[in-house]
T-cell receptor, first 113, second 113 residues
């Protein structure tokens, strides 16, 4: 079974602080997505990374894909209360054919004003 | 209407009831998915439809019965559910089965009493 571990599981910070959350696996991803899910809603796609070492930015969010394509990180600069939510990573494992995405359990972020 | 919509948003049903969840996507996608999201667990893929054909069934109990009458609509028929089936049921779509960027609906919060 290919697993996708996310850490930390919970994170509570003050507005204006920076934070990083992680997504790791022992297997290689062909692509990896990050989603944010707010309470009472479905996950919303934030970014897709496919190339080892790739860095993508979305306003205050910076996504990095590991060189070996086994891990990824999401860094948020100057967090705001609107960043509160469940951050999910989901991976398509290399050589898995049409096997659907595997999701992590998520990091639940709370940004306090 | 844009994106992926789901109805109802909330549902309470007894164990002997029969109900249906509805999902509609307005993105022109060819693949649709049902997921179950329970507390402290990763998203669990239940069913995958590609071009209206069921291509994956992840060992889901027969009390859950999917139906895909066309590429825009997906239903999940429920009967004789158990309390442990209480969860958020999410529908998603993607351009095709090989595309890993999924777009989710807001979910149906199901409570089985």
């Amino acid at each position: 079974t290919q697993l996708l571990e996310q850490s930390p599981q919970f994170l509570s910070i003050q507005e204006g602080e920076n934070l990083t959350v992680y997504c790791n696996s022992s297997s290689v991803f062909s692509s990896l997505q990050w989603y944010r899910q707010e309470p009472g809603e479905g996950p919303v796609l934030l970014v897709t990374v496919v190339t080892g070492g790739e860095v993508k930015k979305l306003k205050r969010l910076t996504f990095q894909f590991g060189d070996a394509r086994k891990d990824s990180s999401l860094h948020i600069t100057a967090a705001q209360p609107g960043d509160t939510g469940l951050y999910l990573c989901a991976g398509a494992f290399e050589n898995s054919g049409n096997t659907p995405l595997v999701f992590g359990k998520g990091t639940r972020l709370s940004v306090i004003a | 209407e844009t994106g992926v919509t789901q109805t109802p948003r909330h549902l309470v049903m007894g164990m002997t009831n029969k109900k249906s969840l509805k999902c509609e996507q307005h993105l022109g996608h060819n693949a649709m998915y049902w997921y179950k999201q329970s507390a402290k667990k990763p998203l669990e893929l239940m069913f995958v439809y590609s071009l209206e054909e069921r291509v994956e069934n992840n060992s889901v109990p027969s009390r859950f019965s999917p139906e895909c009458p066309n590429s825009s609509h997906l239903f999940l028929h429920l009967h004789t559910l158990q309390p442990e089936d209480s969860a958020l049921y999410l529908c998603a779509s993607s351009r095709d089965r090989g595309s890993y960027e999924q777009y989710f609906g807001p979910g149906t919060r199901l409570t089985v009493t």
